[in-house]
């Protein structure tokens, strides 16, 4: 039961880069390797809480704005991940947008706590173009080439 809840919050890692937010703004997903204590080689280290973690449970990224979860990579041998969710950057600057203050709620639990623009009639933020890396494979691939 505990490794089908892995393998769905790994699944969804991997469905969904970015989720638009009720405001029109977006969340970030993103898999990075998990910082892992040599004395607890089987569970993530929060670094923000100072705790450990078992895979399959989540844990707040305060005081950031966000959310991490530990899971297993399906990778042999397993390795232990990082899912962080975010806010993601900042939109581009645009003088018909502004950042609304009264409506961000910089201490509610994410994703409440993701700034609120507020645009006028017929603006529309526009965010920066974010890298993504090669699939694995890829980069195993050009690994190999000498």
């Known amino acids: 039961m505990k490794y089908l809840v892995v393998l769905a919050v790994f699944a969804l890692a991997f469905a969904a880069e970015e989720k638009k937010k009720e405001d029109g703004g977006k969340t970030f ?48 041998p397993p390795r232990l991940l990082e899912l962080v969710e975010d806010c993601g950057p900042l939109p581009l600057a645009n003088p018909k947008c502004k950042l609304d203050t009264e409506k961000t709620n910089k201490t509610a639990p994410f994703p409440g706590c993701c700034p609120i623009f507020t645009c006028e009639d017929g603006a529309k933020l526009e965010y920066p173009e974010l890298p993504t890396p090669p699939p694995e494979s890829e980069t195993k691939e050009e690994e190999k080439k000498p």
Not at 56 to 75: H, K
């Open 29 to 76: 997903k993103r898999l990075i390797p998990a910082d892992v204590l040599r004395d607890f080689p089987g569970l993530c280290f929060a670094s923000t809480r100072c705790a450990t973690v078992e895979p399959g449970n989540p844990w707040d990224l305060a005081p950031f704005c966000g959310r991490s979860t530990c899971v297993i990579s399906e990778d042999e």
